[in-house]
């Protein structure tokens, strides 16, 4: 029998190798297939501005909110450039993704050259970009968030274009459930019939509105962000609009309906899409959901800290719930770590280790980087527990668990 150390050695590297190489399926993102123009974004610019390192730059920064939107975007990297990167290390998760895509992309930002890296992305195309970026970040398929409500994505949609069957489409429906007078008001002017009390005809409108962009889409799963308040059941806009034509719909077409909740959207409105805050959700809402919809399939990511352990223990009360990624604010290594060892050791493998979130194409290096990294530790701590009790998981057992955490136990979900 060989030494424990050896056996440990062999172990960590087996699942070092599993790991890094099980393709992703990355079930939300904001990213756009090429067909979508410039909603795809892209490059050393883009990845500077991004909204969490903007929150982050502006605490340093002394220019006001205001001047700082009227910069040009790569105005704006310059700043964020100078104070996350040269005048302080960038020590932040959000600043050490950037390092990680210019370092995995073979650049060296050790010159703190910004228009030496321009100079190294403008000799890219966005197509040929995309299939660089999900080769090393190891990522098969990836979902977009789609919305109706999006004045520039929703002509594109009108107008058709050549679908690119690695990108997915989900149906994101947040003005339907969160601000629904203004949006009754744009569904009369795409003529659907619906009046401003939620009422049966209402109902029967929205459904058609679900079922038209269900269908032009090829969605496979509708999506919703919902505040720290939002309660269920409720005589809310946002509960009667779930209860009578989201869920339903989601069940005649067989799609599950996928819930972020604890979002405070605007606590800062000045930051831009930068203000958004967390706020621990009430999850008997959630139970309740589960409870009166056992037909209905909800895939639930929460944002608030506080409300992880719970979302856990109640996915082992209902098989109809499905937890998904670290969103947002707890996409961070220390809190990745202690969510996923949680998870496994509550639910086994019946859940989606994450998603990216991204926003800029090149992000996915680095989100998935980064993820792996922590899956490694945790996988080979878990592994470990087994082999110690007399368990030794095969190279084929642990390929298979992998990619249930990585997509497999989605896809799964999604056609039961
Ligand atoms: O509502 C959402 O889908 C969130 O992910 C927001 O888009 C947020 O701005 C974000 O990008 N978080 O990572
Ligand atoms: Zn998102």
Known sequence: MPNTGFRQAALHSLIERVVKNTPVIDIHTHLYAPAFGNLLLWGIDELLVYHYLVAEGLRCATIPYDRFWQLSKSEQAEIIWKELFQERSPISEACRGVLTVLHRLGLDAKERDLPALRDWFNQWSPGAYVDHCMELAGVRTLYMTNSPFDEEERPIWEAGFEPDERFRTALRIDPLLTDWPKTALRLIDWGYNVGEGISAPTLSEVRRFLRDWTTRMNARYLMVSLPPDFRYPAHTEAAELIEGAVLPHCRDHGLPFALMLGV????????????????????????????????????????????????????????????????????????????????????????????????????????????????????????????????????TEIERDVHELLGGAFERFCAC
């Open 264 to 395: 405070k959207r605007a606590v800062n409105p000045r930051l831009r899409l930068a203000g958004d805050g967390v706020g621990r959700s009430d999850l008997q809402s959630l139970q309740n959901l589960c409870a009166a919809f056992p037909e209905n399939k909800f895939l639930v990511t929460v944002l608030s800290r506080e409300n992880q352990h719970e979302l856990a223990v109640l996915a082992r009360k209902f098989r109809n719930l499905h937890p998904f990624g670290c969103w947002w604010f707890t996409n961070i290594p220390h809190l990745i770590e202690d969510i996923t060892r949680m998870r496994i050791e509550l639910l086994g493998l019946s859940f989606t280790a994450q998603h990216s979130d991204a926003r800029v194409l090149d992000q996915i290096i680095y989100k998935w980087d980064h993820t792996r990294q922590v899956l490694i530790k945790v996988l080979y701590d878990k592994y470990a527990d087994l082999v110690a009790s007399g368990w030794e998981p095969t190279a």
